[in-house]
């Protein structure tokens, strides 16, 4: 899989980046996991409607939702 760039997110003008990543069904999504980190800010997802769940090292398996 060739390696995609990263996506930009321009917060009070300063911008950040994030690892774009492949789900189970072949859709494009973007790692956030350091959103918090680096920008205090979080996401709002009411619904669950948009969200990934994640992979598990101890399972080895990837969550389909």
């Known amino acids: 899989m060739s390696q995609e760039k990263p996506v ?5 003008g300063k ?5 774009v990543t492949k789900g189970s ?5 973007f790692d ?3 959103l918090r980190a680096k ?4 996401t ?3 619904g669950y409607a948009n969200t990934s769940g994640c992979q598990s090292a ?8």
């Open 15 to 19: 911008s950040y980046e994030f690892p």
């Open 44 to 46: 709002m997802d009411n």
């Open 58 to 65: 101890i399972t080895d398996r990837k969550s389909v939702v």
């Open 8 to 12: 930009k997110l321009e917060i009070e």
């Open 25 to 29: 069904e072949n859709e494009k999504g």
């Open 32 to 34: 956030i996991s350091s």
């Open 39 to 42: 920008t205090n800010y979080i």
